[in-house]
Antibody
Framework: QVQLQQSGPGLVKPSQTLSLTCAIF??????????WNWIRQSPSRGLEWLGR?????????DYAVSVMSRVTITPDTSKSQFSLQLNSVTPEDTAVYYC??????????WGKGTTVTVSS | DIVMTQSPDSLAVSLGERATINCKSS????????????LAWYQQKPGQPPKLLIS???TRQSGVPDRFSGSGSGTDFTLTISSLQAEDVAVYYC?????????FGQGTKLEIK
């Protein structure tokens, strides 16, 4: 059974960098059939896909246009995990952040979520 | 981007009665090469991540009660709960995984009347 375990701080100051990690159990970040995604949820934006990383003979990333200039998703093959970095955060980035596996074009496994508040 | 629009935004149904939630995509999510609709339905309860209920528009995930069913193709989809149970109170979302950015509907809040 695949599980995703999220970690990272729940409070980030404005203009700083939000960093979260998603550890994968029961699958591999280097899987040739899955992609590894970050999604956030807030009352104002609903569920918003932020981006993904995946391996198909080499590493690829895709990002949402809304955050493209500020976001980086990075795989870590030595620990089978992937990370989200969001730079220059503002209070509008306050949300619950989820990592999720997409396999067979289905987001079938989700992390439990991390509530991140951007505040000084 | 593919815009997903759900209706209604909220719904109150009596226990044992039918609940119907609609989802419309701004463009077709039917992949012609395999004749599959890249449309999923999720259930979300407070404090929990979304739970995948139905994939490919109409395939129930393992363990999902058979009172949940999905239908539709192309741009118009429906989630039906045939006989509402108390544990079905939740927010329901549709999502397209046809193309990035993967987009979700705004959610439908289902309550007991």
């Amino acid at each position: 059974q695949v599980q995703l375990q999220q970690s990272g701080p729940g409070l980030v100051k404005p203009s700083q960098t939000l960093s979260l990690t998603c550890a994968i159990f029961g699958d591999s970040v280097s899987s040739n059939s899955a992609t590894w995604n970050w999604i956030r949820q807030s009352p104002s934006r609903g569920l918003e896909w932020l981006g993904r990383t995946y391996y198909r003979s080499k590493w690829y990333n895709d990002y949402a246009v809304s955050v493209m200039s500020r976001v980086t998703i990075t795989p870590d093959t030595s620990k089978s995990q992937f990370s989200l970095q969001l730079n220059s955060v503002t209070p509008e980035d306050t949300a619950v952040y989820y990592c999720a596996r997409l396999s067979g074009n289905l987001m079938d496994v989700w992390g439990k979520g991390t509530t991140v508040t951007v505040s000084s | 981007d593919i815009v997903m629009t759900q209706s209604p935004d909220s719904l109150a149904v009596s226990l044992g009665e039918r609940a119907t939630i609609n989802c419309k995509s701004s463009q077709s999510v039917l992949y012609n090469s395999n004749n599959k609709n890249y449309l999923a339905w999720y259930q979300q309860k407070p404090g929990q991540p979304p739970k995948l209920l139905i994939s490919w528009a109409s395939t129930r995930q393992s363990g999902v009660p058979d009172r949940f069913s999905g239908s539709g193709s192309g741009t118009d989809f429906t989630l039906t709960i045939s006989s509402l149970q108390a544990e079905d109170v939740a927010v329901y979302y549709c999502q397209q995984c046809y193309s990035t950015p993967y987009t979700f509907g705004q959610g439908t809040k289902l309550e007991i009347k």
